[in-house]
């Protein structure tokens, strides 16, 4: 039910909580939303959704929430940049099995 709501909009708020990553994030990918969060440059992830051109920055004080929210309303303009967001990260699923063996084998 809450993915399904989730799916009936364009952009999906994901503010910090007790970390700056939140699963949050990764439904708005999964659904297709447009990711709308406090910047994320000081952080390093992988893998790395939040690029200039994976999701919106909302500025820590909010004071861009007005621009953002237009933004969305010509969602059509940044969508394209949502599909790579998705890509990267569901690429990056097909990966996870490949990727812990590597961890643990460089541990060993």
């Known amino acids: 039910e809450y993915l399904k709501e989730c ?3 364009y952009g999906l708020l994901s503010p910090f909580g007790w970390g700056e990553i939140c699963y949050r994030d990764f439904e708005a990918i ?3 939303n447009i990711l709308v969060k406090p910047d994320m440059s000081h952080l390093v992830t992988w ?3 939040y690029t200039d ?3 919106l920055k909302l500025d820590w004080n909010f004071k861009n929430l007005d621009d953002i929210n237009n933004l969305l309303l ?3 303009t940044i969508l394209k940049s949502i599909e790579k967001t998705r890509t990267i990260y569901l690429k990056a699923i097909d990966e996870c ?3 812990a063996k590597m ?3 460089d541990e060993i």
């Open 47 to 49: 893998p790395n959704i």
């Open 74 to 76: 010509k969602k059509e």
């Open 7 to 9: 799916s009936s909009v």
């Open 30 to 32: 999964m659904c297709g």
């Open 103 to 105: 961890l643990i084998l």
């Open 53 to 55: 051109d994976c999701y």
């Open 97 to 99: 099995s490949e990727r």
